[in-house]
């Protein structure tokens, strides 16, 4: 290979990094460990000879597979540090344009999920449930077209093991998509859960509450947030009304998430946290609250 080739298939290497992170984060739920994911994938191209670069064909298939390597090693891992956090660990809330997915144009609606939902928290949420390999499996089918043979490769299964991994998590995705409202219904309740909450409309935030709704935040241990999830919409409207009241100087604006309409909370010209909500039969059922810092890197 010619040093012209050379310069050209390296920037070809480097030119993939948005696309790693994409898939990185997917599969891992931060943008810190989609971060780490890629430069592992890139120290170890680095690694290879030059002789070994030469022989790759397709630079982009080499490092996706190497990252989703990475990733699914990461995985493995990633229960255990998430037993020592402090509080409930939730994904990362990231703008809906942050990670387009880079898929095929072939889209199949009863298999692959819409593309704004592959970055959303609570698609996020459900693939945080499932098993490694399930997880890999469906991101790299699901939401990037991967073959089943090429994945095979990568999870160490067989492209039938592979497929009934893929069709077990698109499952679990179906079920917790099973109650869920339209994007105009869901924005609906969410702009009356705003009013009651704005105007310290206890009731009237009570009522727009699913009687088991459960509210999880998480501060990471850096900023204040709630130890253990609030259950109930008493609680959870109490506890809502009681934040607000203790940030006078905190704005809360609407943010459009990849969720829907959310909520952006503001103070001294930055983001502090970001709501997510889940809505099911005219009702808020999960309210997501991330005041993290180290996973509110994208909005400030």
């Known amino acids: 290979m010619s040093q012209e080739e050379r310069d050209a298939m ?20 931060t943008v810190a460990e989609a971060e780490d994911a890629v430069q592992e994938t890139y120290i170890r191209w680095y690694r290879l000879s030059p002789h070994e670069r030469d022989a790759i064909e397709v630079p982009r298939a080499w490092l996706t597979r190497v990252a989703s390597r990475v990733c699914l090693n990461v995985l493995d891992s990633a229960r255990r540090r998430r037993e020592r956090y402090v509080g409930p660990w939730l994904p990362e809330p990231v703008p809906a344009y942050a990670f387009p997915a880079t898929s095929s144009t072939a889209e199949d609606p009863l298999e692959r999920v819409t593309l704004d939902e592959s970055i959303s928290m609570a698609l996020l949420v459900v693939l945080e449930a499932m098993t490694p390999a399930e997880r890999v499996s469906f991101v790299l089918h699901d939401v990037f077209a991967m ?8 999870v160490g299964r067989t492209p039938a093991a592979c497929r009934q991994l893929a069709t077990s998590a698109r499952r679990r995705v179906q079920q917790s ?26 009731a009237g935030l009570v009522a727009v509450l699913d009687p088991d709704v459960v509210l999880r935040s998480d501060g990471g241990g850096i900023v ?11 609680r959870v409207a109490r506890f809502l009304l009681g934040a607000l009241q203790k ?3 905190a704005a809360v604006l609407d943010q459009e ?11 001294e010209g930055r983001i502090i ?4 909500l889940e809505v099911a039969a005219g ?11 180290d996973k509110l890197t994208l909005w400030n």
């Not at 948005?18 to 997917?26: D, E, I, N, P, Q």
């Open 147 to 154: 073959p089943f043979d090429e994945i095979a490769g990568i």
């Open 224 to 234: 204040t947030a709630a130890r253990k999830p609030v259950l109930g919409a008493d």
């Open 10 to 29: 390296q920037a070809e290497v480097l030119g993939e990094r948005r696309h790693l992170v994409s898939l990185a984060f997917r599969m891992l739920g």
């Open 283 to 293: 009702l808020v059922t999960d309210v997501r609250l991330m005041m993290n810092p």
């Open 257 to 267: 998430t990849p969720d829907g309409l959310g909520f952006a909370l503001w103070d």
């Open 247 to 249: 940030n006078p100087t």
């Open 273 to 276: 946290g970001v709501v997510t």
């Open 177 to 202: 998509r099973t109650h869920r409202v339209s994007r105009a219904e869901h924005d609906e309740v969410v702009g009356a859960f705003a009013t009651a909450a704005r105007t310290g409309d206890l």
